[in-house]
Structures are given as structure tokens and as C-alpha cells.
């Protein structure tokens, strides 16, 4: 079965502090692919990355940087010198990939709820 | 590029009432999602269609929910009798491909049972 472990419900940082946000996650599947979104107050869901299985290399869009590790099975993501429009929920899912029945749905985690302060 | 358009955004409804929602997904996008969110969950998925067949409708409460997609666009989420649990935001997500592209969201329909 799939699964996605968000272990931290909340985090609460002051603005320009660095916060990571973990994501840890279960698959038989060879192929796969994980997603991070991010949902502000108004609850639309904003796609962030997306990552295949065969492709571990990090990746840094601006502030945000994410680290994939399959000997871990974790996909972490960093915001770094945080800001407060960075305030929302965070959720990481996972998806198959084509084969084994896989549908393309997402499993999500139970979400990191992220407080910027100023 | 237009987003993922729901209606309503918000919805009041005693128990055992029926109500409906609307998705218009992006353009081109052959596959359509609703998922349920509780609050202070991740959202799952209800039915996946591809074009305007049913690819997955596994998690989908078939006593209570049903879904179509008229023409392989728009698509329709009834509940019908509704139950207090029901309460949640009802997403409709779109993709190119649903096995390889990303989905992207629309702005959710909050349904309050009372």
C-alpha cells in the first residue's frame, strides 16, 4: 500500500528563518512520482514540484529547495529566509507510476501547517 | 490560461438533502479528479474519469455519491441524502495525463451538513 507521513503538524518561525518541512513515504512501486502543494488560507491548492523515482537530484526554485532521497524514502522541503506569504498548509503526496494498476492518484500526507511570523 | 473552475464555493445544506457541484477542468485536460477534504486531512480521492469514462471510483460512496462527466469536460459531484460527515471541501483537480502530469486544483466547494 501507499503511504505519505507528514510527521509535523504544525511549525511556527519568525520571518528570514529557514524551515524544513519532512515528508517520508511508502511504495512497492519502482516507478513513482512526489508532489509537494501548498494551500493558503484561501484553500485552493497551488502545485509546487513534481519528482520522478529516477531522479534524485535536488532541486532550488528560488527560495525553495527540496531534497529527494530514496535510501530514506523521504522528500523534504526547505524554505529558506521565510517569509510571511509563505503561511499555509503544506502537503506532500505520491503517485504511481504507469503499470501495476496505478491510476495516477495522489496520496497525500496529513499536512504541515506552516506560521510565519513577522 | 483559465484554472480549474468549481461552483458553488460555499454550500449550506441540512442532512438528507441533496446537493450537486460543478468543475469545468483547464482545457485539454482529459482527466478529472474530485477528492474530499476533512478538515485537517490531506485530500482523497472520490473518482477519477478519463476523458468521460471512470477510472477509479473505489473510495466513491455509491449508496450516497454519484459523479459523471458530460462530453469529457465538465463534470458533476451529487450527494444525495447527505450526512453530517459529508461535511468537507470538495476539490476538482485536472491533468494532461493522469499517470505522469501534475493535477491542478480549483478553488474547492465548502459543504457544511447540519
Known amino acids: 500500500a501507499q503511504k505519505v507521513t507528514q510527521a509535523q503538524t504544525e511549525i511556527s518561525v519568525v520571518e528570514k528563518e529557514d524551515v524544513t518541512l519532512d515528508c517520508v513515504y511508502e511504495?512497492?512501486?519502482?516507478?513513482?512520482?512526489l508532489f509537494w502543494y501548498k494551500q493558503p488560507p484561501s484553500g485552493e491548492l497551488v502545485f509546487l514540484i513534481r519528482?520522478?523515482?529516477?531522479?534524485?537530484q535536488n532541486e532550488i526554485s528560488g527560495r525553495y529547495s527540496w531534497n529527494f532521497q530514496k535510501s530514506t524514502s523521504s522528500f523534504n522541503f526547505t524554505i529558506t529566509a521565510s517569509q510571511v506569504v509563505d503561511s499555509a498548509v503544506y502537503f506532500c503526496?505520491?503517485?504511481?507510476?504507469?503499470?501495476?494498476?496505478?491510476?495516477?492518484?495522489?496520496?497525500f500526507g496529513q499536512g504541515t501547517t506552516l506560521q510565519v511570523k513577522p | 490560461e483559465a484554472g480549474v473552475a468549481q461552483s458553488p464555493r460555499y454550500k449550506i445544506i441540512e442532512k438528507r438533502q441533496s446537493v450537486a457541484f460543478w468543475c469545468n477542468p483547464i482545457s485539454g485536460h482529459a482527466t478529472l479528479y474530485w477528492y474530499q477534504q476533512i478538515l485537517g486531512q490531506g485530500p482523497k480521492l472520490l473518482i477519477q474519469f478519463q476523458n468521460n469514462g471512470v477510472v477509479d471510483d473505489s473510495q466513491l460512496p455509491k449508496d450516497r455519491f454519484s459523479a459523471e462527466r458530460l462530453k469529457g469536460v465538465d463534470s458533476t459531484l451529487k450527494i444525495q441524502p447527505a450526512k453530517l460527515e459529508d461535511s468537507a471541501v470538495y476539490l476538482c483537480a485536472s491533468s494532461l495525463d493522469g499517470q505522469i502530469y501534475e493535477q491542478y486544483f480549483g478553488p474547492g466547494t465548502r459543504l457544511t451538513v447540519t
Open positions: 511504495t512497492r512501486d519502482t516507478t513513482y512520482y
Open positions: 503526496a505520491l503517485s504511481g507510476g504507469r503499470g501495476s494498476g496505478n491510476t495516477g492518484k495522489l496520496i
Open positions: 519528482r520522478n523515482s529516477f531522479d534524485e
